[in-house]
């Protein structure tokens, strides 16, 4: 499911690009705003490296996410959002876990929600805030907390932010099962199931992101992003099968149980003229499990009319084969730890998306219901043979304001 988390990353960055700040400073009286936000998404992929059946076997998935989002304003000042969802996930790869294909493909669900409030600190130029989650599937539930801060210089030509966030993950099976009802057990393959390989259900995650965004000049704004993340714990998949090279050992996938990743993103916005903007974004990303990657990616808003604005876009990633992987039945049984993911392969990858935003009463002063539509499609191919597709379309409910 590794693929899923993935895109949802993907689905975040849309819907958090896709808000539009609201002018509350029409009146001297305070205000309350709600904003709410609505966002459909489906990915569907197919590919023949699955890891539950060893680097081999289908990857046929598709995932339905309904998501909502609520922000109130209580002024200006003080803002409170809850952000929830649903994953509906049909994943063919997901019955062979138990060599039963109950169903042309077996169905999962995921659910998570987040809720987080900010302030603005009178004349210091800083924004604090703080935000609390959790997520949960048959053979996973995880609660997260954060902390954010931002300082805003003066000329409001420079943002520096530092966000802290902690993850604390359970990978046990059993809260979606009727004799259950309650995590109980690590899920093996079914040929696996003679003995416990793992002595932990645990996983652990924490990041720390730094931020500069400084402003140029009037066309051209630059952002720097270095951080740091650190896992501990159960970080193998306990379903995923590797196959060794003798021809008879099989055992479930193992990887060391910390891992340090340093990503540092570096974006630069440009405007080019006529309602034309151009926004480039390089990352560097490197762990170590032996990954060494590198991301390119544009996008280019423009405006053809008031109310309708065009977005191409695309991005290149490349990716070294971490330390741990090889292909099926290519592991050696000597081999400490071992995974046929390829996830962790050595791969090439482009994304090409396409978005389309309409927003015909963004100008309104009366704010009201259906401010903005937005429906994007991506097209998304790796040298391995993956290949997705993601539709997602978001229905801006614009804000309501209510005097105090």
């Keep these: 499911m590794k693929k899923v988390w993935m895109l949802a990353g993907l689905f975040f960055v849309w819907f958090t690009a896709f808000t539009q700040k609201q002018d509350t400073t029409y009146s ?20 023949k490296h699955s890891a539950v059946t060893g680097g081999t076997g289908t990857e046929k998935l598709q995932v339905y996410a309904p998501n909502l989002n609520i922000s109130q304003h209580f002024d200006s000042l003080n803002t409170v959002s809850i952000n929830a969802g649903v994953d509906i996930i049909s994943s063919a790869s997901t ?5 039963v294909v109950s169903s042309t493909s077996l169905v999962d669900r995921r659910g998570y929600a987040t809720l987080s409030y900010n302030r ?19 053979d996973y539930y995880s609660t997260g907390a954060g902390v954010s801060i931002k300082h805003t210089n003066k000329t409001k030509s420079r943002d520096l932010t ?12 059993g809260r979606f099962n009727s004799e259950y009802r309650r995590p109980v057990k690590l899920i093996y393959p079914q040929e696996l199931r003679y003995r416990e390989w793992y002595d932990t259900y645990k996983r652990n995650s924490y990041n720390i992101t730094l931020g500069i965004y400084q402003i140029i000049n009037s066309r051209n704004a630059i952002g720097f992003y270095p951080g740091i993340s650190y896992q501990k714990g159960l970080l193998a998949t306990p379903f995923h099968r590797v196959y060794f090279n003798d021809n008879t050992t099989l055992r479930v996938e193992n990887l060391p149980d910390e891992r340090i990743k340093i990503p540092i993103g570096i974006q630069l916005n440009s405007f080019i003229g006529r309602g034309w903007i151009l926004r480039s974004y390089y990352r560097f990303y490197y762990d170590n499990f032996g990954i060494t990657a590198h991301t390119l990616s544009f996008n280019s808003p423009v405006k053809i009319s008031p109310s309708l604005t065009i977005s191409p ?3 290149l990633y490349t990716q070294t084969q971490s330390n741990y992987f090889k292909p099926y039945m290519q592991h050696d049984i000597s081999e400490v730890f071992y995974t046929s993911d390829y996830d962790l392969s050595a791969f090439n990858s482009i994304n090409l998306g396409l978005g389309f935003r309409y927003a015909p009463f963004l100008k309104s002063k009366k704010g009201g219901m259906l401010n903005e539509f937005d429906l994007k499609y991506s097209y998304y191919q790796r040298s391995d043979g993956l290949n997705a597709h993601i539709i997602s379309l978001l229905i801006d409910c614009g804000a309501q304001r209510i005097n105090k």
């Design 95 to 99: 019955d062979k876990i138990n060599f």
């Design 313 to 315: 876009s695309v991005r």
């Design 120 to 138: 603005k600190l009178k004349k210091s130029g800083f924004t604090v805030g703080g935000s609390i989650g959790f997520s949960f599937e048959s």
């Design 28 to 47: 001297k009286k305070k205000l309350s705003e709600t904003e709410v936000q609505v966002l459909f998404s489906y990915y569907t992929q197919d590919g």
């Design 162 to 173: 530092l966000d802290l966030q902690a993850n604390f993950d359970d990978l046990r099976w």
